[in-house]
């Protein structure tokens, strides 16, 4: 039987932290500060960075039963994690959690950017074109946009986020939103071998 190989935590936080994709090893992303500040809108969200991804806004849904999901679910990483995990209330946040009809492929995604002074680079870097220097201390993020495709959530499976009750059910959907704010934070998925953000397990 093959014995698991084993890694320091510093080459499982290089690998969580820098292998994005396809691309492979890549820059670091992370958030200036002690405090992260995310929001939950009920109205449309206004998109800073767009770039080449698709006017998700236009399909936008009113978060229903998501927003307590999502609640649930920054205050587990809240929990986790060093940084200090703020909701923010009718004002623009660094994170940003919302439902669209429209997205891209239907999919559910986290959609992150950096500071102005970093985004024409980031942009080259995400188009899969060089970098020069390849910014190795990586990129200090400014907004991060969670969409999770209207099509899959609870207007169409009313039970697929809370109970009757209205209590989280811990299942698929809500993993879902832990597994996309882990990549809002700055987290990848990791190689074959290594710890992997968890996309099929219990968040705790
Ligand atoms: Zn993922």
Sequence with gaps: MAVK???SLDE???ELTTNWGERQLGPLRKWP???VTFSIPGIVPTVVY???EPQEPAGFRPPGTMALAAREAFSLWDDLIAVSLQELVGTPSQITIAYSTSTKGNGTYAGSYPTDDDADLFFFWQLGLPVEPPYPNGWFLDRSYIWLSGDNWDSLQPTALVDTTGNVIYGSGFRTIVHEIGHAL?????QDGMAKLPTASPPL
């Design 186 to 190: 700055g987290l990848d998925h990791g």
């Design 50 to 52: 767009v770039y080449d």
């Design 12 to 14: 499982i936080i290089f």
């Design 33 to 35: 500060g002690n405090t």
């Design 5 to 7: 190989p084993t890694f």
